[in-house]
């Protein structure tokens, strides 16, 4: 993967602002340690920080090439995974290649379907083109958002960036939050809005989107969302179709000239993908690699609960002896765990999931010394319905904002009388509901379902797949999600609750699709979430930080706080806080951890509030 930004003006000359164009780059660094380009004009300026996957010589960025008096310039992160089928489409209406990297293919792609290879290309990717003489800039972003793409406009200039801190570089664009994005903060953080930077002026390129500039304006459009349609296949051909495009989309994703490897918890989703990349890889006689995470003395302090009903670590070696991988098990201590919530925030430009992020990005940090690409299980439970919301039934808000009320009481009075928690979470709940894809006749029950299938994909999911990639792309690692294939998406939108509830088990349809290739204690096993830290030294070195932070007159936090409640958790027992206040695994120590967070953001970002 790797890093872009870009800054258009048509009525600057900008062939003078490399120096800032390339400052703007280099905080991109760690998404693309391996190289660095930038192109120069008059009113465009495009750099690229790349990681290497791909042909590492017919891949380099920014890449140029000609056609019909036209000149195209692109930068461009992600990965194409029908590279070989758009080679040879294009080869045949002409198009010549001098290596086997997809960066070429998208290009030729564009140049000759315009924004309608939008709709022709199958992967992850957000992407930037400059055509001239024309003056047309062309952005796109994938269909489910795995890969990031922020943009602003500034006077004359539109800037756009893989990720917010290469924008906040250029000395037009300030740190500044205004009321909406202190609402995103504390109502719905760490989730987002699509569409929504937080920062006053930034926004997102929503997935599934494309985006011109042009002397005429800014044009934005949606090239792909899901449809809703009557289902068709019975169970057993559902299961075969499930089974048949998962399969595929995870061998489509082998694709590296860099090693790779999976990341296998014992859990459902990991094993399947981890099942269907070991027969892969040793049909051409290679070992696949895999990687677990656990926490010191965590079996010590663990207590089951009905969001995290089991611990992993007994499962995981069933699985390494079947598949016969070479099985890496990594453990991460309570303390650098703490000290890694700093760095998670600089990963994300945000604070973030405390711990839970922290955790991936040391996690990342072992994998990459082996691997540079790796493959997840992230979004199975969002596609197929694995949370328990889906089947213990849902109240009429987003499920995964629990505890509202202490969202509202972590507020100063002056911020209290500025935002009400509870009425932003549902005006952003109502627009959602009413982005919904109908079907025509569904009856009530199933039309429910759809509407939380749809919440989940569209404003949960996006969460884990920021975390994923900005945890993992800070330290060089690339994280594939094949579950977010966009095929897969679309048929499984459209299965049945009663086949993804089969059996009266979650996830009930990809069960019974691997229920032959796979042990039965690993596929019927209660879901289990991303193993977090149940150390009470976590809690205690989190309650500290809290604490002295809130004795720091001088911290940017406490005029956004009620010093008094924080001080409160800070000092007491967190212990019987064990109620989630965000999705499954952020209680008590990740609600301190997650102030913490902000805390620091506001410092380090040096943000103006509005």
């Known amino acids: 993967m790797c890093g872009i930004v870009g800054w258009l003006d048509y009525e600057q000359d900008l062939s003078g602002q490399k120096t800032i164009i390339q400052k703007m780059a280099q905080t991109l660094a760690p998404r693309g340690p391996d190289q660095e380009g930038a192109f120069i004009s008059r009113h465009a300026l495009l750099a690229h920080r790349r990681l290497i996957v791909v042909d590492p010589q017919g891949g380099l960025q920014p890449m140029s090439r000609s056609r019909g008096g036209n000149d195209y310039h692109l930068i461009y992160n992600g990965e194409l995974y029908n590279t070989p089928q758009l080679r040879r489409e294009l080869t045949a209406l002409g198009h010549s290649f001098l290596g086997h990297s997809d960066t070429e293919v998208l290009l030729a792609a564009y140049m000759q379907w315009g924004a309608d290879c939008m709709r022709r290309l199958d992967g992850i990717f957000a992407f930037a083109i400059w055509q001239e003489p024309a003056g047309i800039l062309f952005l796109g972003r994938d269909r489910l958002?795995?890969?990031?793409l922020f943009f602003t406009r500034?006077?004359?200039?539109?800037?756009?960036?893989?990720?917010?801190?290469?924008?906040?570089?250029?000395?037009?664009?300030?740190?500044?939050?205004?009321r909406e994005g202190l609402a995103e903060l504390f109502a719905l953080g760490p989730g987002r809005t699509p569409g929504c930077g937080v920062f006053r002026g930034i926004e997102e390129l929503e997935p599934g989107h494309w985006l011109t500039m042009s002397h005429s304006g800014m044009r934005k459009e949606r090239y792909w969302q899901l449809r809703s349609l009557p289902h068709q296949d019975d169970l057993p051909s559902t299961v075969e179709k499930v089974r048949y495009l998962l399969t595929d989309a995870v061998q489509?994703?082998?694709?590296?000239?860099?090693?790779?490897?999976?990341?296998?918890?014992?859990?459902?989703?990991s094993s399947v993908l981890s099942f269907i990349a070991a027969e892969a890889l040793r049909e051409k006689g290679q070992v696949l690699n895999t990687y677990s995470i656990d926490y010191?003395?965590?079996?010590?302090?663990f207590q089951a609960n009905s969001y995290q009903p089991q611990m992993d670590a007994a499962f995981v070696p069933l699985m390494v002896?079947?598949?016969?991988?070479?099985?890496?098990?990594v453990l991460i201590g309570n303390r650098e765990l703490v000290a890694a919530l700093e760095q998670a925030v600089r990963a994300r430009d945000l604070p973030g999931m405390a711990d839970i992020d922290a955790s991936l990005y040391l996690f990342s940090c072992q994998i990459k010394k082996e691997s540079t690409v790796a493959l997840s299980g992230e979004c199975a439970d969002e596609l197929f319905g694995g949370y328990p919301w889906f089947y213990r039934g849902a109240s009429d808000t987003f499920p995964w904002y629990q505890k509202t009320e202490i969202r509202q009481k972590l507020l100063s009075a002056e911020l209290k009388d500025k935002l009400n928690v509870k009425e932003y979470i549902a005006f952003r709940y109502r627009q959602a509901l009413s982005q919904v894809p109908r079907l025509e006749g569904e009856a009530?029950?199933?039309?429910?379902?759809?509407?939380?299938?749809?919440?989940?994909?569209?404003?949960?999911?996006?969460?884990?797949?920021?975390?994923?990639?900005r945890m993992s792309m800070?330290?060089?690692?690339?994280?594939?999600?094949p579950f977010c294939d966009h095929h897969l998406a679309e048929y499984v939108w459209n299965i049945p609750w009663e086949y993804k509830y089969h059996r009266r088990q979650p996830k009930g349809v990809l069960r019974e699709a691997f229920a032959q290739m796979l042990p039965s204690q690993i596929v019927w096993r209660k879901n289990s979430p991303y193993p977090k830290t149940h150390h009470p030294v976590y809690c205690q070195l989190v309650q500290r930080k809290m604490l002295s932070i809130l004795k720091d007159k001088t911290s940017p936090l406490l005029p956004l706080v009620d010093v008094n409640f924080v001080a409160e958790l800070a000092a007491g027992d967190l212990s019987s806080f064990n109620q989630p206040w965000f999705g499954q695994l952020m209680?008590?120590?990740?609600l301190l951890a997650y102030l913490v967070q902000t805390e620091q953001w506001l410092r380090e970002y040096k943000v103006s509030i509005l």
């Open 587 to 590: 209680s008590g120590p990740q």
């Open 296 to 301: 010191k003395e965590n079996q010590r302090f």
């Open 474 to 481: 800070a330290t060089g690692l690339e994280i594939r999600v």
């Open 145 to 148: 958002g795995v890969k990031p």
């Open 154 to 178: 500034r006077g004359s200039s539109l800037f756009f960036a893989s990720e917010i801190k290469a924008l906040l570089a250029h000395p037009q664009i300030p740190a500044e939050v205004d």
């Open 444 to 469: 009530a029950p199933e039309a429910r379902m759809r509407e939380l299938f749809y919440l989940n994909l569209t404003r949960w999911m996006p969460v884990l797949l920021d975390r994923k990639d």
């Open 252 to 269: 489509r994703q082998l694709v590296s000239d860099m090693p790779l490897c999976t990341l296998l918890s014992g859990g459902l989703d």
């Open 321 to 329: 002896s079947q598949l016969g991988t070479k099985h890496h098990s």
